[in-house]
């Protein structure tokens, strides 16, 4: 048995078809995860982390049961960062509570904003690091076996019968982010198989279910907060001042991105996923890190997400900073209603300035993703339409966009839509942590239940609303479809072939 002072598991959802087939989906673990790890290690503690998805994709039979035959570990810390993952994080923590004496602790956004529903109602779960857990986690490992508990920033913990907060606040600022190392992968278990399954967070229901053989990812953050709030986002301004108190973005040195994507590469990851846009009208962070990396010849791909258009000359820099082959930018229109995307997003563009961007990253050969939602605030199935119509535009002019995609806008907890429903004509079907448990509970065991969405708006009920991004990728992929056969097979056997399919139906 090998005594650890601290074992972190990662959660996954588990979705069972009707075939009774176990699908894992939502496989991307936070990316703090590594650099707690890391942090304690550097600090002396033993550490080890297993993402339990990734275990059972190499072993079918893998449980967490079999973990606690060769550890002993003091402190269990599982994230519990995206609801989603709200009933795999509680089934384990159950296990854990079983099998050992270890104290579990919960962390993440969602574990922050249910804290004192999940304490309350299960006892497997000892205490909630609310918000950030750098020092909160330092110092439970060093007062946990004293009983100090209260010492322990930003914990929440059960004291006998009654729940307790502990005095202490600590919110990390930039110094702090600094201390941290993203590139420490051997503390995680079979580490090479989490970056090829990483490169989506679908898992086995995505197009690369066996992950990626050409493309590798690495995860690391920029930086933490928002200066914005979308009405359908749980990570923007207000949401950070709840969860975290922080009420300003704060970045990670460029020198210290730079070391890492610089270790990345050593490591032979080939692109890492960006996505901290924060200040959209004053990007000079990015160009001054851009000319560094360039500087250091630092030969790696970026996915990176845009939160609002760029001009044409981030777009060119963009182009020449990263490895052309793993690079893509994402860019997040929600709608193709101007009227709707302004009641529903944080930083306006219109249709025009959109095909203006799209011109620019045409010209600069950029691959672009783009990415469309229904359910936005005070759509309409007619507003819809406008996002159907704009997205055929879009593939017939603009070849370089490889990825155009819609789904359900969700619904997370702490959100402006979840806090105040009325105001953004919403209603909520639920609203406890118990809810977003047995929803995946459900899904786990292949049940049904009873809401995938947690709302409906004003205007569309939620059947309506999935529907609308079904109808979407169906007419979207029919488009790129005859779009294909019509370069292969020319223009006018193209219009032959489709007069005979009119003419047979
Ligand atoms: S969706 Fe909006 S609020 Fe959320 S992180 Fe992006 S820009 Fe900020």
Redesign the pocket.
């Known amino acids: 048995m090998k005594e650890l002072d601290c074992l972190f598991l990662h959660p996954t959802t588990h979705i069972k078809s009707p075939e009774g087939v176990d699908h894992l989906t939502n496989v991307v673990m936070p990316v703090g995860t590594i650099a707690l790890a890391d942090l304690l290690d550097r600090e002396g503690y033993g550490v080890r982390i297993f993402h339990t998805g990734v275990e059972q994709r190499r072993d079918r039979a893998f449980s967490v049961e079999s973990l606690f035959k060769k550890y002993d570990a003091s402190v269990v810390g599982i994230d519990l960062h995206w609801y989603v993952h709200a009933y795999d994080a509680i089934r384990i923590a159950n296990i854990v509570k079983k099998l050992s004496n270890a104290f579990v602790v919960l962390g993440g956004f969602t574990a922050t904003f249910f804290a004192e529903e999940i304490l309350s109602r299960f006892n497997s779960v000892d205490g909630v690091i609310c918000g950030d857990a750098e020092i909160p986690l330092l110092e439970l490992l060093a007062h946990r076996s004293s009983g100090g508990l209260d010492r322990v920033p930003n914990l929440l913990y059960r004291d006998g019968e009654s729940l307790k907060r502990s005095k202490g606040k600590y919110i990390a600022d930039a110094s702090d982010l600094d201390k941290l190392s993203y590139s420490n992968l051997s503390l995680l278990e079979n580490s090479d198989e989490y970056s090829k399954v990483s490169i989506s967070q679908c898992g086995d229901v995505g197009p690369f279910a066996l992950g990626s053989e050409l493309k590798t990812q690495g995860w690391f953050s920029m930086g933490r907060g928002?200066s914005?709030?979308?009405p359908y986002?749980g990570?923007?301004?207000n949401a950070y001042q709840i969860l975290t108190g922080r009420d300003a973005p704060i970045f990670h040195s460029k020198e210290r991105v730079v070391e890492t994507l610089t270790r990345f590469e050593e490591m032979k990851i080939s692109s890492t996923y960006i996505h901290f846009d924060?200040y959209p009208t004053d990007r000079r962070y990015y160009r001054e890190l851009f000319a560094m990396i360039r500087d250091e010849r630092v030969d790696i791909g970026s996915q990176f997400g845009l939160?609002a258009l760029s001009d044409r000359d981030f777009l060119m820099d963009f182009r020449r900073t990263f490895n052309p082959l793993y690079s893509t930018i994402s860019l997040f229109p929600r709608s193709g209603s101007e009227h709707i995307r302004k009641l529903n997003t944080?930083f306006y563009y219109d249709n025009e300035e959109l095909l203006r961007w799209l011109s620019d990253a045409k010209h600069e050969t950029i691959p672009t993703e783009l990415y469309f939602t229904s359910g936005l605030s005070w759509e309409t199935e007619r507003d819809f339409e406008e996002t159907i119509q704009l997205s055929k535009k879009i593939i017939e002019e603009y070849p370089m966009v490889v990825t155009l995609g819609c789904y359900p806008i969700e619904l997370e907890p702490c959100c402006p839509r979840f806090l105040s429903p009325k105001d953004w004509g919403v209603t909520l079907k639920f609203r406890k942590f118990l809810d977003y448990y047995d929803t995946f509970k459900g899904y786990a065991n292949g049940l049904p239940v009873s809401s995938r969405l947690v709302y409906e708006t004003d205007h569309l009920s939620e059947s309506q609303i999935i529907e609308l991004s079904q109808r979407f990728n169906k007419i979207i992929s029919s488009t790129y479809y005859d779009k294909w056969q019509k370069l292969m097979l020319g223009e006018k056997i193209f219009e032959l072939r489709q007069e005979e399919k009119s003419s047979v139906s």
């Open positions: 928002c914005m709030d979308c986002c990570g923007g301004r924060p939160w944080s």
